[in-house]
């Protein structure tokens, strides 16, 4: 069993910065891909982003990709994600889920086993 507790969700206006936080408690942090998802009201749950367990590689969304940093901290069981150039259209609530690293990389929600309760990210035009 894995928690995630997602926080650093907010209001923020468009062009500024958030950093969401994802503390995970239960097995072997460092055995788990973690991915970040959002899901905008009335839509399906979007792959963001993803990082390995050794945070040797990373997949981004394309809708992000220049704007959004994942990393990882594995000593202290916690994954990030920098969102830098918010735009109105990156309104979402984010979820943060755990994958075994065993099993590669994927971008769909379906391939997460543990998920957080997500945090609330609203962009202001």
């Known amino acids: 069993q894995v928690q995630l507790v997602e926080s650093g969700g907010g209001l923020v206006q468009a062009g500024g910065s958030l950093r969401l936080s994802c503390a995970a408690s239960?097995?072997?942090?460092?055995?788990?891909?973690m991915g970040w998802f959002r899901q905008a009201p009335g839509k399906e749950r979007d792959f963001v982003a993803a990082i390995s367990w050794n945070a040797g590689n990373t997949w981004y969304a394309d809708s992000v990709k220049g704007r959004f940093t994942i990393s990882r901290d594995n000593a202290k069981n916690t994954v990030y994600l920098q969102m830098n150039s918010l735009k109105p259209e990156d309104t979402a609530v984010y979820y943060c889920a755990t994958r075994p690293a065993r099993y590669g990389i994927v971008t769909t929600a379906g391939g997460y086993d543990y998920w957080g309760q997500g945090t609330q990210v609203t962009v202001s035009s």
């Open positions: 239960g097995r072997t942090f460092s055995s788990y891909t």
